[in-house]
């Protein structure tokens, strides 16, 4: 008997299509089936192995689910979330993967919804700049951490249930609130994307052609959806702009050393930045 | 008959180190010289077979060298320069992997030093954060830009031979004045590397638990020595702060945009980041 006997997922791009990789080569799940807006992204993660069905109708897709981990951009995921828990089976689980998730946790009623359905965010720390099921991989969720996001209305098991589903994936599990995962993700996610944007964008053209590792992989993430990313920073606003402004202050206190020519207090400046880095390593 | 017979590499670390192995797995000189300050980097450096021969001390290691190669950390250039310059025979030339260019060349007297020994400066775009021989690699400098710099005193059979001896390295050689280096250096290294390293410290330390691949790729160039980085940009300084504050007033519009709420001014900014990353890929 598997873990699971049907599992939908609900955007079958690299993150989604990921998910069905490993429910499906790990044996964890009887059914796995994608929902998607595309035909063809549909069918790339068929022949990928990723789902043994597809539809384009939320409604279809849910209707056998016991759980559905919604994997759509932020900007939809509310959307799809009550949608499913509309055609769900009676006390189905739903889960997402989105960047933030306070807002998304709050406009579901803490995530109590009708039919003894049950909403627990999450927000597996994998992915890429890259997009779309042919980079899925089944591997993309082992030893990365995700953080699952209760909120105080989330009853135990269905938290429990949502943890166990990324364990099986092999994945460490962080539990959060949803405030306290959008103040930490701004600083180590949505700010650090801000400033590569920025970095990349103000790069003078006549210059790109001399960029080598450093400028690669600084600016890295800009290379993300520029319409996801929207979606991200501004579903987190208040925080993001709060680590910005801890950066800009930071990148500030350096500028005036370099131009104050205080060699003492950039190698300081440099070293704290070192430590920091040293310490996550990777 | 060999390309060079005796070239001396002064300081073998990450980058002499390489520059060692080439010369030798590719056969182009005779005999390859190191001349280190400490014996061990200079024993490992023989170990990976790096290095024919070894000294401590710079006089020695030039008394025979047709080419010398410096890639001694920046503040120290033009003094090894000279000191290599005295010792070494009639008519040879000299060349660095210095990160800046204009300081260095013009506190060289434009390069044409005494005994018709020459000075061309270059800037190998290669390495990483790592340091030392052991990261030595025979290819370090296979299909890597290399920028040659020769002032307006620079005779044109140096600069040649200079770009001859990158070329025989496996490198694409680009010719540009020193300021012209510094110029786009700043944009591209320079103000990427003080960005990473305030991004780096003004993150707290409580979220880095948190960093995954995009604070990583963001900030891995602050995992950079921070004293040889800090005589990079204080020996660049006017650039660099140029490209700081031009990089400022990005993140300062993204900043805004985000503050106001501006959906469209937000995605437009983004936009204008992913195109000039794309641009240059990798």
């Given at each position: 008997?598997?873990?699971?006997?049907?599992?939908a997922?609900v955007?079958?791009?690299?993150?989604?299509?990921?998910?069905?990789?490993?429910?499906?080569?790990?044996?964890?799940?009887?059914?796995?089936v994608g929902v998607g807006r595309?035909a063809?992204?549909l069918?790339?993660?068929?022949?990928?192995?990723?789902?043994?069905a597809a539809t384009t109708k939320l409604a279809r897709g849910a209707a056998?689910?016991?759980?559905?981990?919604?994997?759509?951009?932020?900007?939809?995921?509310?959307?799809h979330?009550?949608e499913a828990?509309?055609y769900?089976?009676?006390?189905?689980?739903?889960?997402?993967?989105?960047?933030?998730?306070?807002?998304?946790?709050?406009?579901?009623?803490?995530?109590?919804?009708?039919?003894?359905?049950?909403?627990?965010?999450?927000?597996?720390?994998?992915?890429?700049?890259?997009?779309?099921?042919?980079?899925?991989?089944?591997?993309?969720?082992?030893?990365?951490?995700?953080?699952?996001?209760?909120?105080?209305?989330?009853?135990?098991?269905?938290?429990?249930?949502?943890?166990?589903?990324?364990?099986?994936?092999?994945?460490?599990?962080?539990?959060?609130?949803?405030?306290?995962?959008?103040?930490?993700?701004?600083?180590?996610?949505?700010?650090?994307?801000?400033?590569?944007?920025?970095?990349?964008?103000?790069?003078?053209?006549?210059?790109?052609?001399?960029?080598?590792?450093?400028?690669?992989?600084?600016?890295?993430?800009?290379?993300?959806?520029?319409?996801?990313?929207?979606?991200?920073?501004?579903?987190?606003?208040?925080?993001?702009?709060?680590?910005?402004?801890?950066?800009?202050?930071?990148?500030?206190?350096?500028?005036?050393?370099?131009?104050?020519?205080?060699?003492?207090?950039?190698?300081?400046?440099?070293?704290?930045?070192?430590?920091?880095?040293?310490?996550?390593?990777?």
């Amino acid at each position: 008997m598997k873990q699971w006997d049907t599992v939908a997922i609900v955007g079958v791009g690299l993150v989604g299509g990921s998910i069905g990789l490993a429910l499906r080569r790990r044996g964890l799940a009887a059914r796995v089936v994608g929902v998607g807006r595309r035909a063809s992204s549909l069918r790339r993660a068929r022949e990928r192995g990723a789902l043994s069905a597809a539809t384009t109708k939320l409604a279809r897709g849910a209707a056998d689910a016991e759980l559905v981990v919604v994997c759509t951009p932020v900007a939809q995921i509310v959307q799809h979330v009550r949608e499913a828990a509309e055609y769900c089976p009676r006390g189905a689980r739903i889960t997402d993967v989105g960047s933030t998730k306070a807002a998304i946790v709050a406009s579901l009623a803490g995530g109590r919804l009708q039919r003894d359905v049950s909403f627990v965010g999450s927000h597996p720390l994998a992915g890429s700049e890259k997009q779309g099921p042919q980079f899925a991989c089944e591997d993309l969720f082992q030893d990365r951490l995700v953080i699952v996001t209760p909120s105080r209305r989330s009853r135990a098991e269905d938290v429990d249930a949502i943890e166990a589903f990324w364990r099986a994936l092999g994945a460490r599990v962080v539990r959060m609130t949803p405030q306290a995962h959008d103040e930490a993700l701004a600083a180590t996610s949505h700010a650090p994307h801000l400033v590569a944007s920025a970095l990349a964008a103000a790069t003078p053209r006549k210059f790109l052609p001399l960029a080598s590792s450093g400028w690669l992989d600084t600016t890295r993430v800009a290379a993300g959806d520029a319409e996801l990313w929207r979606q991200i920073i501004s579903t987190n606003r208040t925080h993001v702009l709060k680590s910005v402004d801890r950066f800009a202050r930071m990148l500030s206190s350096l500028r005036q050393a370099l131009a104050d020519e205080d060699q003492e207090e950039i190698l300081q400046l440099l070293q704290a930045g070192k430590r920091h880095r040293d310490s996550v390593g990777g």
